[in-house]
């Protein structure tokens, strides 16, 4: 269900807040990425997870998620140009 809410959202970098955790969702043409410090393995590090796979996201009770950035706007930093 998760995944179905974020795969209507465009494409770019997002941070998610839940229950004890935080990482960041990536959402490029249809694939989304958790992106995060492994929570149950932590000597693995960061690691970069499907959604759907068991995760601190799939098991948190709640998730806040605000946008950080669309390509269009890493586009018009990396060119110098104003982000509207």
Sequence with gaps: MLKNILLILENGLYLVGLDNHTGFIYVNNKEVRFIHADYYEPEKGVVSEKLGA??????????????????????SWINKQAIN
């Design 54 to 75: 068991e995760s601190p996201i799939t098991d948190s009770a709640y998730r806040v998620i605000g946008k950080l950035m669309s390509r269009k706007m890493i586009l």
